[in-house]
């Protein structure tokens, strides 16, 4: 590929990626509050919470005589909150995952060489993915076997 050809292809992407820029997302409430309490809830301080939480409920067994209720609180609580961190957590993948292929969405588009048609393929069936997969499963056995005859040769 020529510089001249580079320098398009990157002035091109260039234009077509800012007139997707963000500039305001105070409209997803949602979106801005997973983002944060997963940020905070994956720290160490939240890890040190919940040690330090453990370790006043194991010590207040004696007191409560390891009663029933006593193991229902622990029970209970963190059933809560692992319930309410699966939502967190799908919700901090999916952006994650939307956000990477986007960015290699402007990967393919920006390079000449790479096949268009490989924009948005998460969208695809299952089967459709694994016709994809196998083509470049024969692609790659082909690389195999001529690397074999070079180094045979």
Request: aromatic residues 10%; glycine residues 4%; charged residues 20%.
């Amino acid at each position: 590929m020529s510089a001249t050809t580079s320098k398009n292809s990157r002035a091109r992407a260039i234009a077509a990626s800012k007139q997707f820029a963000v500039t305001d997302s105070r409209h997803d409430a949602f979106g801005a509050f997973a983002a944060r309490a997963s940020s905070w809830l994956g720290s160490k301080w939240a890890f040190l919470g919940a040690i330090l939480i453990i370790v006043i409920w194991a010590c207040s067994g004696p007191l409560f005589h390891f009663s029933d209720t006593w193991q229902l609180v622990i029970n209970t609580g963190t059933t809560i909150v692992t319930f309410l961190m699966v939502f967190l957590i799908q919700n901090t993948q999916n952006r994650d995952a939307k956000a990477i292929n986007l960015k290699l969405n402007e990967l393919i588009y920006a390079t000449d060489a790479a096949g268009d048609q490989m924009l948005d393929i998460e969208k695809l069936s299952d089967e459709e993915l694994n016709k994809m997969q196998a083509r470049y499963e024969q692609i790659r056995a082909e690389c195999i076997r001529r690397e074999g005859k070079i180094s045979q040769s």
